[in-house]
């Protein structure tokens, strides 16, 4: 009896096959680093929108928080504002002050804010400003004029590059561009832009309205807005048209709903 030996062996890839594996491989990297590309691309763009939108939105919250503290009830607020063209841009001036009466019963400053813009010759626009003064500073020992207890009025650069910078007043139904009284209005809507000026529909050069941001910061919110419901009678006709008599003929009712019949 013959023995025959069998050697089995191992089955490899061949060359075109490892040729197609790399070549699949190759297509899935190609298209997962374009996905990812976009994605990146995508996220790069709206980081930049936000981040160029976020230096408008923290200026608008200080001073809205500026008005909420200043005006608060219980001080003898007041809140100036005037617009101005300074070299073609829009300018403004915000004066926010309170005081209060000491034992003498004397009108003294307890704080005062100041936010304005001025013109920039080597930037070409503007530069946004403000100043804390007053009895209540935010810092006690940077802010106080070391030869008086009053304070040093010190106007710190905020922003740079602003191209608008204007104040409205909310009266009623009217917008006004200036307010100078001594008494405080409703609200005030404050608008800034960094947005570069170009041609305007009308022809004239300016920031165009979409690239202004704008907030509407209503005077002491805690206060009580008065209002009364109006009674209102409504005229009932004579007749209810929906009513059928009794004498109505049921053939030309009949014929009122369907013609056809």
Do not use: C
């Not at 994605?39 to 919250?61: K, M, Y």
């Not at 946004?128 to 070391?146: A, C, Q």
């Amino acid at each position: 009896m013959w023995i025959t030996k069998q050697t089995t062996g191992k089955k490899g890839f061949t060359l075109i096959e490892m040729i197609v594996v790399l070549m699949l491989a190759s297509m899935v990297v190609v298209a997962v680093l374009g996905i990812y590309s976009r994605v990146r691309a995508s996220a790069v763009t709206i980081l930049d929108r936000l981040q160029a939108n976020r230096l408008q939105t923290e200026i608008l919250q200080k001073i809205a928080e500026d008005i909420d503290r200043l005006a608060a009830p219980g001080f003898d607020a007041v809140i100036n504002f005037q617009n101005k063209l300074d070299n073609g841009y829009r300018s403004a001036r915000l004066v926010l002050e309170n005081s209060y009466y000491g034992n003498d019963d004397k009108k003294d400053t307890y704080e005062r804010v100041v936010w304005q813009t001025s013109y920039d010759p080597l930037d070409d626009t503007l530069i946004l400003y403000r100043m804390h003064g007053g009895l209540n500073v935010e810092d006690k020992i940077l802010e106080k004029d070391p030869e008086s207890s009053a304070s040093a009025d010190l106007f710190i650069p905020v922003a740079a590059g602003v191209t608008y910078f204007e104040l409205k007043a909310q009266e009623g139904e009217n917008v006004l561009g200036a307010w100078t009284s001594g008494t405080l209005p409703k609200a005030v809507r404050v608008g800034i832009s960094f947005a570069f000026p170009q041609e305007l529909e009308d022809g004239s050069v300016g920031v165009p309205e979409a690239d202004i941001f704008y907030r509407t910061i209503a005077i002491d919110r805690t206060r009580l807005i008065p209002y009364e419901f109006v009674k209102k009678k409504f005229a009932m006709p004579e007749e209810d048209p929906n009513e059928i008599s009794d004498d109505t003929d049921p053939n030309t009712l009949l014929e009122a709903l369907d013609p056809e019949l």
